[in-house]
């Protein structure tokens, strides 16, 4: 499943010219034909066992090449007769629009992986459904207020700075800028979910979590899963690291509710707003505290850390967009440390993040479930069918993103925002599902990135990055990159 950048430059040579003309770039656009009511095309494939191969050797380049080739809606079909599966891959911004926001409704969080996620990961917001999830969204929303996120900006900035010192005794000056920033969002969200108790929690989750992520990425996506109470050494892996993850929230749960000092203004951590959050007379039991606990640190720390950590390696190859986003940060911030009220002013920064999330999605698809069926395209789905949106995919469409491969911080203009489809870019996800923690995530990358360009000159190798699509997308090796100190560089706060 890994490919390369160099990979996807490739991807029109298969299939001849790719279409030249987007909209807002003037002419036509590319004639994309939609259905009259039939069953979407099926995506060729080898017999007997259909796209199998394919998806399997290379899952982004084949969702690529399907919208490439078969159009906006297309069918998949993979696996051998009896172990057969079928679903849909939508690509058009109106085809994600419907599914993720104006038919909501109609499309479920009943796939294979959800199931695998929601035993392993507890059935927090990410997975819940119905009256469950809405209940949890009464509890949870009012937590993630833009003010109540603005004031974790000093744990991040603290974090950054810690990054920043120990980078100053990096060997050689080479630092593995994917490990450094899995590191760094882990104890930020760590802070921010456990306050004091992070040195607690945080080792443990960094050394469970790849397991119980490999476990869950496996086994939702095989035809065949053998049941869970069967001892082989893949279940028994997973059991211990899942107790262990769980082992240590309870703790931590039981060890806040018994103290009165999650009363102080200071201890204003996540875990003791959860504790202390009402619904009513109805609080959250402690089972549910900890499923939103293992949500937030799943959904808080990879998908971050892949921003920053693409977002740097594509600043190390393009030293233009580099010296224009410092030049801001010091205009900003001259060499202080980034507060809340600083962020809006960072809009080269933003603009630089939004096109690295745009090349690089961590949830590079999102998969949905529909049980009564729907029309897509013209095209209908039949009832029971499992559906795919790919953020990967559509960010590269032709009709919205002229010369998709290329890194250009420009295409989020608030002028060109407007212009362009509101689903043609959605690396949270979209409607009522949208993620949550997108606000802390994009605040937590403006403060990490202009901290980290006031103090240091970031060089990488134009390279091909092999990537690996498990849970979220990331590198599938480390991200090498050099790091020369500047005078200038940010203060510790």
């Known amino acids: 499943m890994a490919r390369t950048r160099e990979q996807t430059a490739k991807r029109w040579d298969a299939g001849g010219t790719p279409p030249t003309r987007v909209r807002g770039a003037g002419g036509t656009p590319p004639t994309r034909v939609r259905g009259a009511g039939g069953t979407p095309p099926t995506r060729k494939g080898i017999p007997l066992i259909g796209s199998a191969l394919e998806l399997r050797r290379d899952l982004l380049g084949a969702l690529e090449r399907a919208m490439r080739e078969d159009g906006d809606v297309v069918r998949f079909v993979a696996g051998p007769p009896g172990l057969r599966l079928v679903c849909y891959g939508v690509f058009h911004p109106d085809a994600v629009q419907q599914v993720l926001a104006s038919k909501a409704a109609r499309y479920r969080k009943d796939n294979t992986f959800y199931e695998e996620l929601r035993i392993t990961g507890g059935d927090g917001l990410l997975t819940s459904q119905d009256e469950l999830w809405l209940r949890q969204k009464r509890f949870i929303q009012p937590l993630f207020t833009h003010r109540r996120i603005a004031s974790y900006v000093p744990v991040m900035a603290e974090e950054t700075a810690r990054l920043i010192d120990r980078w100053d005794r990096v060997k050689e000056g080479v630092a593995d800028i994917h490990a450094d920033m899995t590191r760094l969002t882990l104890r930020i969200v760590g802070r921010a979910l456990f306050g004091a108790d992070v040195d607690q929690a945080v080792p443990i989750v960094r050394q469970e979590f790849p397991i119980v992520g490999e476990y869950v990425q496996k086994r939702g996506m095989s035809p065949v899963r053998i049941p869970r109470s069967w001892p082989t050494p893949a279940n028994r892996r997973a059991a211990r690291a899942q107790q262990a993850v769980y082992r240590i929230c309870d703790e931590l749960i039981a060890g806040r509710r018994a103290t009165p000092a999650r009363k102080t203004p200071a201890s204003r951590d996540l875990l003791s707003l959860l504790i202390d959050a009402r619904d009513g007379d109805e609080a959250l039991s402690d089972d549910e505290i900890r499923d939103q606990v293992l949500v937030f640190l799943l959904a808080g720390h990879e998908t971050t850390a892949v921003t920053l950590t693409f977002a740097f390696?594509?600043?190390?190859?393009?030293l233009d967009v580099q010296h224009r986003a410092r030049a801001e940060a010091e205009q900003v911030l001259g060499g202080r440390v980034p507060t809340a009220e600083d962020v809006p002013r960072l809009r080269y920064t933003t603009?630089?993040?939004?096109?690295?999330?745009?090349?690089?999605?961590?949830?590079?698809?999102?998969?949905?479930?529909?049980?009564?069926?729907?029309?897509?395209?013209?095209?209908?789905?039949?009832?029971?069918?499992?559906?795919?949106?790919?953020?990967?995919?559509?960010?590269?469409?032709?009709?919205?993103?002229?010369?998709?491969?290329?890194?250009?911080?420009?295409?989020?203009?608030?002028?060109?925002?407007?212009?362009?489809?509101?689903?043609?870019?959605?690396?949270?996800?979209?409607?009522?599902?949208?993620?949550?923690?997108?606000?802390?995530?994009?605040?937590?990358?403006?403060?990490?990135?202009?901290?980290?360009?006031?103090?240091?000159?970031?060089?990488?190798?134009?390279?091909?990055?092999?990537?690996?699509?498990?849970?979220?997308?990331?590198?599938?090796?480390?991200?090498?990159?050099?790091?020369?100190?500047?005078?200038?560089?940010?203060?510790?706060?």
């Open 351 to 493: 603009m630089m993040l939004k096109e690295a999330m745009r090349l690089y999605p961590a949830a590079f698809v999102i998969g949905r479930h529909t049980p009564g069926g729907d029309q897509i395209g013209g095209y209908q789905i039949p009832p029971g069918s499992d559906i795919y949106v790919s953020p990967w995919v559509t960010h590269r469409h032709p009709e919205f993103w002229p010369d998709p491969e290329r890194f250009d911080p420009d295409r989020f203009t608030a002028d060109r925002e407007s212009e362009r489809h509101r689903y043609a870019w959605f690396p949270f996800g979209g409607g009522p599902r949208a993620c949550i923690g997108q606000y802390f995530s994009m605040l937590e990358a403006a403060v990490v990135t202009a901290m980290v360009l006031q103090a240091y000159e970031l060089t990488a190798p134009p390279c091909t990055l092999p990537l690996t699509t498990k849970i979220t997308l990331r590198p599938a090796s480390a991200v090498p990159c050099r790091i020369a100190p500047r005078r200038s560089g940010a203060s510790a706060p």
């Open 313 to 318: 390696s594509l600043l190390g190859q393009h």
